[in-house]
């Protein structure tokens, strides 16, 4: 299998392409990594170096990857972090000229824009560019519960109000939406939430909540869900797998105190998670 992954990279750490790349490699796929942007660190830390990126500089690495032939050989097209709305058009253009030449292949859109108690955190315009323009490109898309409320307009509550937010989701193209990070009024204290949905079928995974503060987690379960569901065409099955693998990487990261993910120290969690949890239907 192949992915071209198109996001951000930091020579520090683990998001973006750093904390995607590696754990799609574990699994045996060959990943094209593009990067969007390219600092020291990840911009968490308050300071950081390095430099964003153009559209003019993705197209011309992606014609670059076209004149070698193997084009037609990319499975699936992950992006995230964009850093500015033209290199927006850059990653959607590249997904339409992989789509000539295999029109199997797969896009995953992880919409990064904010969260929880940070709000908007991209340039502006990135947000309307993802609502209208990429998010209707992609299969899958992967937003966490501010993002999903963003892009549908609609309150996540309770658990009605999450199926039909990602209803709503679903209605501008993509056939599967994976909410991460979800907190309805049903779920305990001591625990967290993800959800699938596709072809009005929703699905839902919990996990012990663990107290930790780290960037990176959301990168990974994205790239990790689009490997599982490329490979077992199934929502459920993908969401059990990858949510599994994160769980085990965050849990192993609170262990060793450690303020990065441990991408590489954890890698077994990508392949064997040390422990699963049952995907139930909602």
Request: aromatic residues 8%.
């Amino acid at each position: 299998m192949n992915i071209l992954s198109i996001q951000s990279h930091v020579a520090f750490g683990h998001v973006g392409n750093t904390s995607a790349v590696f754990p799609m490699q574990r699994l045996g796929v060959e990943v094209w990594a593009i990067h969007t942007v390219q600092f020291s660190n990840h911009t968490g830390y308050g300071a950081w170096r390095g430099r964003v990126f153009d559209g003019p500089a993705i197209e011309d690495l992606v014609a670059g990857i076209a004149e070698r032939g193997v084009l037609g050989t990319c499975d699936g097209v992950l992006s995230g972090y964009m850093g500015s709305a033209d290199i927006g058009t850059a990653i959607v253009a590249a997904v339409a000229s992989v789509r000539a030449l295999n029109p199997k292949a797969l896009y995953a859109c992880d919409p990064v824009m904010g969260d929880v108690g940070r709000g908007i955190y991209v340039r502006p315009g990135i947000p309307e560019f993802l609502r209208a323009q990429a998010v209707p490109a992609a299969d899958i898309v992967t937003p966490n519960q501010f993002e999903l409320n963003w892009l549908s307009g609609l309150p996540t509550g309770t658990l009605a109000e999450t199926k039909r937010a990602v209803a709503s989701v679903q209605a501008l193209g993509p056939r599967v939406v994976l909410v991460t990070s979800l907190v309805t009024d049903d779920t305990p204290a001591d625990a967290i939430d993800l959800m699938a949905g596709e072809g009005g079928a929703f699905w839902r995974l919990r996990t012990p909540r663990l107290h930790l503060d780290v960037n990176g987690a959301g990168d990974a379960i994205a790239a990790l869900f689009l490997v599982h569901y490329a490979r077992t065409g199934s929502a459920a099955l993908a969401l059990g797998m990858a949510g599994a693998s994160v769980y085990g990487l965050l849990r192993r990261t609170l262990e060793a105190g450690s303020r990065e993910i441990l991408t590489v120290a954890a890698q077994d969690e990508f392949v064997a998670p040390s422990e699963t949890f049952p995907v139930e239907t909602v």
